[in-house]
């Protein structure tokens, strides 16, 4: 088990309510091996030190590049029943929705890492001669009821205290309640250049860094885990985060 880092304030005091630790955990990126050290630490942690209200958050990309894609989902399909996890939508989760519904084309999944995941589903491509009609039917048979409820369960956005949970961002000078989904998806260069206070701290993935970015205004724990090997998993408590 990894040390845990020092302890970080926020500079504009952010803060839970009393009696409430959330852990939130960044992009996975279908390293279920990683998930799984990380739940333990997790797991270990609450045991250590007991709390009232200890709340799960996982901030989106569970899918493709790394190579336990379906793992992944298993995993967090038990943690969002047995511990009422908040599993939040990335926009690889959206697009895996859109092939599976038929809006969105294999060219614009395949160059983001799609083929490991529909590996993990038995759906691999078994020639070039397949079409992508064919490999979305074998795609939507090999993925299970469970999983489907699951893609049925994700949210956009989770906000707790002084803090905002989302996968990308926000657009700045948006009020919180009229924030466009797909920039809660897809921002980048827009929220993570803006040093203007949102109305919520923001803890956010989509933009792999090599160590968690703390900023005034957010935090960012996508620490790139399926190609690093390190899932980041901070605990928040009061106006403290912690970096399991």
Known sequence: MRARSAIQSQPKAATLPADTRVYCVGD???????????????????????????????????????????DVIDLLAVRLVRNRAICLRGNHEALLEAFLAGSVELETWLPVGALPTLASYGASPRSRT???AELRRSLADAFPRTHRLFLQCLRNSFCCGDFMFVHAGVRPDVPIDAQDPRDLLWIRDEFLGSTRHHGKFIVHGHTPVPHPDFHDN?????????????????????????VL
């Open 28 to 70: 996975i990126h279908g390293r279920a091996d990683l998930l799984m050290e990380t739940l333990g630490r997790i797991d270990d942690d609450q045991r250590r030190r007991p709390i009232r209200y200890a709340i799960e958050v996982y901030l989106g990309d569970y899918i493709d590049r790394g190579p336990d894609s379906r």
């Open 130 to 132: 397949g079409s992508a």
């Open 218 to 242: 957010r935090i960012n724990i996508d620490t790139g885990a399926w190609r690093s090997g390190t899932l980041t998993c901070i605990a928040i408590e009061g106006t403290q985060i912690l």
